[in-house]
């Protein structure tokens, strides 16, 4: 066999394995990107349906402006609704307790071991980027000031982004547009200065999830925030995409929609 005749064959050996490769690629691409987000649907679905059933069609009058924050379910169960108004109107997901691989199929976990919405300290959901519904594919997308409204059986809890800005005047104007001045406060002065509503960390750093996150400290008298958590950059899980919110306003849903979701 001549040289020649054994570099064509090998070129071609290489060539098939790289096709190989590419079409292996391909349909992993198109289970993470098509079959997993069905799947998620449809549990999604199912979800919602087990929710309606519980809270029924007419929600108990409860006073507004004091939280009730809902029981702790057990784990894989639903508790509450998710809306991410300045994502559009499609950005609605039912949370689940636990966030184990089979709960975030479902939609967004919530992370056992910390506090429920509405109460004292940091209620932490993780949720997906991409595939399995990707419920947080566009976390980066928030602001400052942006909503996310977490629906009870009784109640719409509003939650404000904390500002993205670092410091000095522009965290200051930030924070005034939406938080209450006791939160501005704090914020900008006091021992939740630290915090930023969006950043970015490693896999390990589970002081986003504590009560006061990054901190080992509990803060007197706890802010009652919200945490999203998600996996960052796309299609990676190298680092993770942190959104942190706080509570300013709770209403019941006999009330109306809240301002949040009619703006």
């Known amino acids: 066999m001549s040289a020649r005749t054994s570099r064509a064959g090998a070129a071609r050996i290489v060539g098939e394995l790289l096709l190989t490769v590419a079409a292996v690629l391909l349909l992993y691409a198109f289970y993470e990107a098509f079959w997993t987000n069905l799947a998620a649907g449809r549990l999604q679905a199912e979800a919602a349906a087990g929710l309606e059933e519980r809270w029924g069609d007419d929600p108990a009058a409860v006073a507004t402006g004091e939280p009730i924050p809902p029981p702790v379910p057990p784990l894989g169960e639903p508790f509450a609704r998710?809306?991410?108004?300045?994502?559009?109107?499609?950005?609605?997901?039912?949370?689940?307790?636990?966030?184990?691989?089979?709960?975030?199929?479902?939609?967004?976990?919530?992370?056992?071991?910390?506090?429920?919405?509405?109460?004292?300290?940091?209620?932490?959901?993780?949720?997906?980027r991409n595939g399995s519904g990707a419920v947080f594919e566009h976390l980066d997308r928030l602001n400052s000031c942006d909503a996310i409204v977490v629906e009870t059986e009784t109640q719409w809890q509003t939650y404000r982004l904390l500002p993205v800005e670092g410091g000095g005047e522009e965290r200051l104007a930030a924070a005034r547009d939406c938080l209450t001045p006791h939160q501005v406060d704090r914020v900008t002065s006091g021992d939740y200065a630290h915090m930023t509503g969006r950043h970015i960390t490693t896999p390990g750093d589970v002081g986003v999830i504590a009560p006061v996150p990054g901190s080992a400290d509990i803060a007197e008298a706890p802010e009652r925030l919200l945490t999203l958590t998600t996996c960052h950059p796309m299609y990676s899980n190298a680092e993770r995409l942190i959104v942190h919110a706080a509570l300013v306003e709770t209403i019941s849903k006999t009330a109306g929609l809240p301002a949040a979701l009619e703006e």
């Open 82 to 128: 998710v809306h991410l108004p300045s994502l559009g109107e499609g950005a609605v997901y039912v949370a689940v307790e636990g966030v184990r691989a089979e709960d975030l199929r479902t939609g967004p976990g919530h992370y056992p071991g910390t506090q429920m919405p509405g109460e004292p300290g940091n209620a932490a959901l993780a949720g997906h």
